[in-house]
């Protein structure tokens, strides 16, 4: 059933042609739905960069980061809570709308106020700290935060900040908004066919640099094969997410292929509330017994990395902290953690989606193997995306939950945060529920402090509580490639979060 409705797709973006104006672009995974503030997965990264803009906008190539006007021209900080911004004049929804002040309050309100569920992920990942967006006239806004927000600027420019039209969504509901989205940004929608393919099409009303392409076609192709021989074959201009293993399949005469190693964890999530992982010397003699090398060495090739500590380099001076090493291989320790925990062969469970996540099938495999060595007992329980996903990841009979753990801004809060912070869906969840008694001091520290060097060093003592609350285990930072036909050229934008693909103005050159 999928080999026909790609067939029958592929045949309808012959019939209009693959020049130059066109990209077609084919991905393992695919959103059901895109709301700005209702989307925070993966695979909506590429999709919703190019349907919404935010207030504010950043540079997507630059370190450290820079900001730039997106719908707000001007923008400052009133009181240490307070910020206004005043919008840019004559901006059009792709259904021909005006964007004001209203509709800006209507977007992120939602969010802010903390009472629909539908956005408390978005919420607790970015914005829990902002309490409401007040306005004060058409193209002004004042934008309220609980307390000082020293990532203001970085926050109100993530994508999940997307501003929609507010007289749209009154008009057609939630559930049609989402499926048939309307924004400010440089493509329309023209066609949404929910899990399976988008088509967008230039929005000639943008108020920013026109857009390069007048269409680019989504796809969603499970298969990396399906992937890579739509490519050779002409059917594909650019395919997402192939494995190191897969590059030689793509031949070098009319194609190229261009790696990356994200700056983002493939992660699995610890349940601490389910025996035995309840028992953090269980969860750490985890830890200690899985040999990220291996796996490095084993599935990539050599090509991911393994982590010495939860975080990057793209953090930067000072904040990024050299020569950290909390992340270990001990089996003999986690051997004697087990007999300490009184550990005595106790089924554990983990719950994974399959190859959603590049190898994540064999590496469960691989870690179940490792940690027989030590005397655990590990059970796959491999599952399709659509049930993985619907399930509520703090159901009872899994002790792991396979996940990443992406930076979605070059700073330690920028991964840390949106998932590791009380406010975090794993926290909402009751999965993350550190108890050392240094913990929410620590963490203030690191989340709020204006000092850099206070704010790294904090960071630092944070990072060795978590290997003493052992709440996550980090397997390493994937490194994946895109492929794609000669006259396709696009550099990775280091200040978005991992997989946004840069179809704006002057982000990528297409040559005929």
Sequence with gaps: MKKLFVTAALAAITAFGAGAQELRIAFPSFEKGLDPQDNTGNSGAPMLYQIYDTLIERDSFSTPLSFKAGLATEWAQLEPTVWELKLREGVVFHNGDTLDADDVAFSLNRMYHHEDPEFFSAWGRWHYNFSNVEVVDNHTVRIHTLREEPAFLTLISARSAGIASKEYHEKVGFDEARLNPVGTGPYQVTEF???????????????????????????????????????????????????????????????????????????????????????????????????????????WSGLAERPT??????????????????????????????????????????????????????????????????????????????????????????????????????????????????????AQRNLWVPSHPEWDSTYEQARYATDPTERRDAYQRLLELSEEESGWLLLYKPHELYGMRDGVSFDIPIAQRPYVIPLRGGEIQVDQ
């Design 309 to 426: 500590a939860h975080q990057f380099p793209e953090y930067g001076a000072p904040l990024y902290i050299e020569g950290l090493e909390l992340i270990k291989h001990d089996p003999e320790e986690a051997r004697r953690l087990l007999a300490e925990a009184g550990y005595d062969g106790e089924e554990m469970v983990i719950s994974h989606p399959g190859n959603y996540y590049l190898y994540g099938d064999l590496a469960a495999q691989v870690i179940q193997q490792q940690w027989a060595a030590c005397g655990l007992n590990l059970r796959l329980q491999e599952e399709d995306w659509a049930t993985f996903h619907s399930k509520k990841p703090d159901h009872d009979d899994v002790n792991f939950r396979a996940w990443s753990n992406p930076m979605y801004y070059p700073d330690p809060m920028g991964a840390f945060d949106t998932h590791w912070s009380p406010k975090s869906w794993a």
């Design 193 to 299: 066919d929910p899990g399976r393919s988008l088509v967008l099409e230039r929005f000639d009303d943008h108020w920013g640099e026109p857009s390069a392409l007048e269409k680019v076609t989504m796809l969603h192709v499970p298969e990396v094969a399906s992937r890579v021989t739509g490519l050779v074959n002409g059917e594909f201009d650019i395919i997402a997410q192939i494995p190191p293993d897969q590059a030689s399949a793509i031949p070098d005469e009319g194609f190229r292929t261009q790696g990356v190693t994200w700056p983002m964890f493939h992660v699995w999530l610890i349940h601490q509330n389910n025996p035995p992982t309840d028992n953090p010397l269980v969860r750490k003699a985890v830890r200690l017994c899985t040999d990220r090398q291996a796996l490095v060495d084993g599935l």
